[in-house]
């Protein structure tokens, strides 16, 4: 049977993905069948597998450590949040409902048996588990019946490395706080501390890490430096808008302005990471319309909440900013819920996220009714001839994967003066490989349910080209830019930087519980 090492956090966002991450690409490195697991995960961020099965997208990041393919036995339990009390529960890769927390947080050990199923599946296929907590193991109102962190250290009879985030202050509070709230039963799991996001002189740190290890009776097996690694995970999103460049917005430096709308319930923010590769190429992030100044594409993703954040949209003047530079030809591009958005209508007839209509914002003659059933599969397929800024896409290849509820048909009449120039039914945007047809375009305006669609070799460079072209510019930079390599180049400079910082000796003792 496999294995197992534990990392848990003493809050969320300390790194606990990116270490998990690390430690799955070094014991790959050191010849072991390695896999990831995390018994529940809460984010927005989530993947499809060759199955059709969800799961988050954090233990898939880790699962591409491994060097392994995804599978929702890595991750049983998905929440995804729908509203600021509830989420929509995901069982092995399946929607069970939308529940209330306190309704899951009772029902939470119904589940247990589905974690431990998955689990075992695992151990008979990997010689070493590396198991993700979540948040903090020390949240004393949510320790009874708990299932991902000390409960799941138990479950799996797992050491734990407790991992604190210096760059955020009172590390040391962090890690001597968390330990004393836990069980002594638990303290004893607890085999090493990790500082992690460290910046300047070790040395410094010297005399504050005898005290913690002879405070708590645990040894510092690492201080691991502020790592600017390039993977997505569910905490992408909060690492780069703490950059400067995404802190202080658009860099003017830059030829090409591409905005991306961060809508409340924003998820799968990922699918616009490969344009941070660009060097002419200025990413930022906006939620108020004097961020869409100057942009040259406007990108709206997918969000788990399409009616409550289309009405935020309204509510905040980004609609009319998006609606206005339209008019301006602005190029604008919508993926799943940010492509339901841009039609003309969305209706819910069976109650998915309340019921009820919500108008369009108008600038696609399209027509979405959500549906009860989740759409949930792998794609591949082609451009078909596109029109307008983007048509260089015309004929080349994309792969992705679609997850949505709702069903969304191309309307027969042109119904706003904003549309004249299109064709009646507006045309679809790409051709999948079953002979079904995805999205819609008119004019500069896109729209697809395919997340991943950028990530095909070829495709983000040819739009970069074409927004460089309309400034009588082109990319300065024409090296071959193939992301899978970079991707694999960014697992091992975080396994290099993990290995050179940490006490690897120490790390393999507490694996073989020497």
């Known amino acids: 049977m496999a294995k197992a090492i534990m990392v848990q956090g003493t809050m969320s966002n300390v790194g606990k993905s990116f270490v998990a991450a690390a430690l799955c690409r070094i ?46 036995q890595m991750n049983p339990i998905l929440l995804k949040p729908n509203s600021d009390t509830g989420s929509q529960v995901i069982v092995n890769g399946e929607v069970r409902g939308n529940m209330k927390a306190a309704e899951y947080y009772r ?7 589905e974690i431990k199923k998955a689990y075992h599946a695992l151990e008979a296929l990997y010689d070493i588990i590396v198991i993700e907590g979540a948040g903090s193991p020390a949240e004393i109102n949510l320790k009874e019946n708990d299932i991902v962190n000390m409960g ?3 479950m799996a009879d797992a050491p734990v490395l407790l991992v604190g985030d210096i760059d955020r202050g009172g590390v040391f509070a962090q890690l001597y706080g968390t330990l004393k709230l836990l069980g002594k039963d638990e303290q004893q799991r607890v085999k ?8 300047g002189d070790k040395s410094i740190l010297d005399t504050g890490l005898t005290q913690i290890e002879t405070l708590t009776g645990v040894p ?9 690694i390039d993977l997505d995970d569910e905490d992408s999103l909060s690492r780069r808008l703490s950059e400067d460049i995404h802190r202080h917005g658009y860099n003017s430096e830059k030829p090409v302005k591409i905005v991306i709308v961060r809508l409340p319930r924003i998820s799968n923010f990922t699918d616009f990471s490969v344009f941070e590769q660009f060097e002419q190429v200025s990413v930022s992030y906006t939620e108020s319309p004097a961020g869409l100044k ?7 993703p997918g969000t788990k909440s399409t009616m409550s954040d289309l009405l935020w949209l309204r509510q905040s003047g980004l609609e009319a900013a998006i609606q ?10 919508g993926i799943c819920g940010g492509y339901q958005m841009l039609g003309q209508e969305i209706r819910d007839p069976d109650n998915v996220e309340g019921g009820a209509y919500v108008k369009g914002i108008g600038l696609l003659p399209i027509v979405t009714v959500f549906e009860e059933k989740k759409h949930r599969t792998q794609v591949r397929g082609a451009f078909r001839k596109i029109n307008g800024t983007l048509e260089k896409l015309t004929g080349m290849s994309f792969t992705g994967y679609e997850i949505h509820h709702g069903n969304t048909v191309r309307m027969q009449d042109r119904i706003r003066d904003n549309m004249q120039n299109c064709t009646q039914n507006g045309e679809a945007f790409g051709e999948l490989s079953n002979g079904l047809l995805d999205g819609t375009q008119c004019q500069n305006i896109y729209g697809t349910y395919v997340h991943g669609i950028f990530d095909e070799d070829g495709v983000a460079d040819a739009i970069v080209q074409a927004l460089l072209e309309q400034k009588g510019l082109r ?3 024409t090296a071959h830019y193939d992301r899978e390599t970079y991707r694999q180049q960014q697992y091992n400079l975080l396994a290099d930087t993990v290995r050179n910082n940490m006490d690897m000796d120490r790390l393999y003792r507490i694996l073989n519980r020497q």
């Not at 029902?107 to 048996?113: A, C, G, S, T």
């Not at 100057?294 to 709206?300: E, G, Q, S």
């Open 27 to 72: 014991f790959k490195q050191d010849g072991f069948r390695v896999c990831p697991f995390k018994s529940q995960n809460m984010a927005l961020n989530s993947y499809i597998t060759n199955e059709g099965l969800e799961m988050g997208r954090a233990q898939v990041m880790q699962a591409q450590a491994a060097g392994i393919e995804p599978s929702v």
């Open 107 to 113: 029902r939470k050990q119904e589940l247990v048996p």
């Open 152 to 154: 799941m250290a138990k």
């Open 192 to 199: 090493g501390l990790l500082i992690n996001k460290f910046r």
């Open 220 to 228: 510092v097996i690492g201080t691991l430096p502020y790592m600017r």
């Open 294 to 300: 100057n942009a040259d594409l406007i990108l709206l």
């Open 324 to 333: 206005k530079a339209a008019q301006q030809g602005v190029t604008i591009f």
């Open 475 to 477: 990319m300065e930079n």
